[in-house]
């Protein structure tokens, strides 16, 4: 079932938005060559809890930390180690903060130091997938019309998508209906309607989109090894379009 959500509620989601935006910055300033995953997720649970709040991922069907950091080929939900990041990789941040009972998500896909143009061209192509399918939001719309966008965008930029994984309502719970994919038909789905809260994320691959299940329960990767890009905001449906509750500018 999708819930509407209240004048209240989406205060309060925005507020939780606004300061997970603020946490996300200073975790992607901390990314550089020499650093370690497990210093970024220290970073993080701290600052969630100066804000007073309560790390979403932590404890979810078991995930072990606040943060997940997935490198190069690895998709989303990679737990933070000891591993030092290194001039090259890119790294995809996802972050989730609960606060007065409501669930904030959002993730980023950074360059570590100097990267290949290739790397980049999936950084900035993801990111501008998720732009693109923002800017669709309104109500009347059909989900499919938001996924078809995404779909289009990533594949003119000659990228596979990641159909195996998909965006998700949000609210008192961390993953509500509806699932919102990353590719689709037009004219179909779920329609849009004014108070719902959604993440969309767009997860892309410089290859095949097949995916796999990494050895420590956790992590999703591509199957071929191919880099792999992971952006998500989350969002408030409005009159006449939306709000992203999670903007970093």
Same mark, same amino acid.
């Given at each position: 079932? $999708? /819930?509407?959500?209240?004048?209240?509620?989406?205060?309060?989601?925005?507020?939780?938005?606004?300061?997970?935006?603020?946490?996300?910055?200073?975790?992607?300033?901390?990314?550089?060559?020499?650093?370690?995953?497990?210093?970024?997720?220290?970073?993080?649970?701290?600052?969630?809890?100066?804000?007073?709040? $309560?790390?979403?991922?932590?404890?979810?069907?078991?995930?072990?930390?606040?943060?997940?950091?997935?490198?190069?080929?690895?998709?989303?939900?990679?737990?933070? /180690?000891?591993?030092?990041?290194?001039?090259?990789?890119?790294? /995809?941040?996802?972050?989730?903060?609960?606060?007065?009972?409501?669930?904030?998500?959002?993730?980023?896909?950074?360059?570590?130091?100097?990267?290949? /143009?290739?790397?980049?061209?999936?950084?900035?192509?993801?990111?501008?997938?998720?732009?693109?399918?923002?800017?669709?939001?309104?109500?009347?719309?059909?989900?499919?019309?938001?996924?078809?966008?995404?779909?289009?965008?990533?594949?003119?930029?000659?990228?596979?998508?990641?159909?195996?994984?998909?965006?998700?309502?949000?609210?008192?719970?961390?993953?509500?209906?509806?699932?919102?994919?990353?590719?689709?038909?037009?004219?179909?789905?779920?329609?849009?309607?004014?108070?719902?809260?959604?993440?969309?994320?767009?997860?892309?691959?410089?290859?095949?989109?097949?995916?796999?299940?990494?050895?420590?329960?956790?992590?999703?990767?591509?199957?071929?090894?191919?880099?792999?890009?992971?952006?998500?905001?989350?969002?408030?449906?409005?009159?006449?379009?939306?709000?992203?509750?999670?903007?970093?500018?």
């Amino acid at each position: 079932m $999708i /819930s509407i959500k209240t004048d209240k509620e989406i205060e309060i989601m925005a507020k939780n938005g606004k300061m997970l935006a603020k946490i996300m910055k200073e975790l992607a300033a901390m990314a550089a060559p020499g650093i370690t995953t497990n210093e970024i997720n220290k970073a993080a649970e701290g600052l969630i809890f100066k804000y007073k709040g $309560i790390p979403s991922f932590k404890g979810y069907n078991g995930f072990p930390a606040a943060l997940c950091c997935s490198i190069n080929d690895q998709i989303v939900h990679t737990p933070p /180690s000891d591993k030092v990041l290194k001039e090259g990789d890119i790294l /995809s941040l996802d972050l989730g903060m609960e606060y007065n009972g409501y669930h904030s998500d959002m993730a980023i896909t950074v360059p570590i130091g100097e990267v290949s /143009s290739e790397a980049l061209h999936l950084i900035r192509a993801t990111r501008k997938a998720l732009k693109r399918g923002i800017k669709k939001v309104r109500p009347g719309i059909r989900l499919g019309d938001i996924s078809n966008t995404i779909q289009r965008h990533l594949e003119g930029q000659g990228l596979g998508i990641v159909r195996d994984l998909c965006g998700h309502g949000i609210g008192k719970k961390l993953h509500e209906d509806p699932q919102i994919l990353n590719y689709g038909k037009r004219n179909k789905g779920i329609k849009v309607e004014k108070g719902m809260v959604f993440c969309l994320e767009p997860m892309a691959t410089m290859g095949g989109e097949k995916i796999k299940k990494e050895e420590d329960g956790f992590t999703f990767a591509t199957q071929d090894g191919s880099l792999s890009a992971h952006f998500e905001h989350m969002m408030v449906v409005t009159e006449r379009g939306c709000r992203v509750l999670t903007s970093l500018e």
